[in-house]
């Protein structure tokens, strides 16, 4: 398989996951009282819709041959191969109950994910130093997107939308 290949392939293996997400994550975290009320479905899903883009794009990046985007993709494998653990297979055992995203985090994002980080080595697009601040640049960009995507999100529902969070317009 080519790099190219494998990284269309992990993109799209991250959307298969976020679809996942987005179909069941909402109700599953409606009925834990520990997750509930903090995101509202549609922003969530806005949320999701746009990391997905943001996959597309720094993959683009990456099959063009540049450096930066390899980096950052091996540093997004990085990120979604501890997401695969802590919080999907994490909640899974917590909760006793199938947490959304587990299976396929776990089966199709998690050996996509060592894939893509063995073919940056492989390739020479990567180094361990690299990886390593990839994979903390990737996740501290997450951890400010998130709540700014979900932010975003609540903003188009209501005024895009001109629904609130309950529904009633």
């Known amino acids: ?39 509202t479905p549609f922003a969530f899903r806005f949320a999701l819709v746009m990391l997905t883009a943001v996959v597309y794009g720094i993959v683009a990046f990456a099959v063009a041959g540049s450096q930066h985007g390899s980096e ?5 494998a990085v990120v979604m191969t501890v997401n695969a653990v802590v919080p999907h297979l994490a909640l899974t055992l917590a909760f006793r109950r199938y947490a959304p995203g587990t299976g ?36 501290v960009a997450l951890l400010v997107a998130i709540p700014l995507l979900f932010s975003t999100g609540r903003f188009v529902e ?12």
């Open 72 to 76: 950052l993709l091996a540093g997004l």
């Open 1 to 39: 398989m080519t790099p190219a290949a494998l990284y269309w392939l992990f993109a799209l293996a991250i959307t298969v996951h976020n679809i996942e997400e987005g179909l069941f994550l909402p109700s599953y975290a409606g009925a834990k009282s520990r997750l509930s009320g903090r995101v």
């Open 158 to 169: 209501r005024h895009v939308f001109g629904v609130s969070a309950s529904g009633a317009t």
């Open 104 to 139: 396929t985090a776990l089966c199709i994002v998690l050996p996509l994910s060592l894939l893509v980080v063995i073919n940056g080595f492989a390739t020479g697009m990567i180094t361990g130093g690299s990886l390593l601040i990839a994979a903390v640049v990737v996740a």
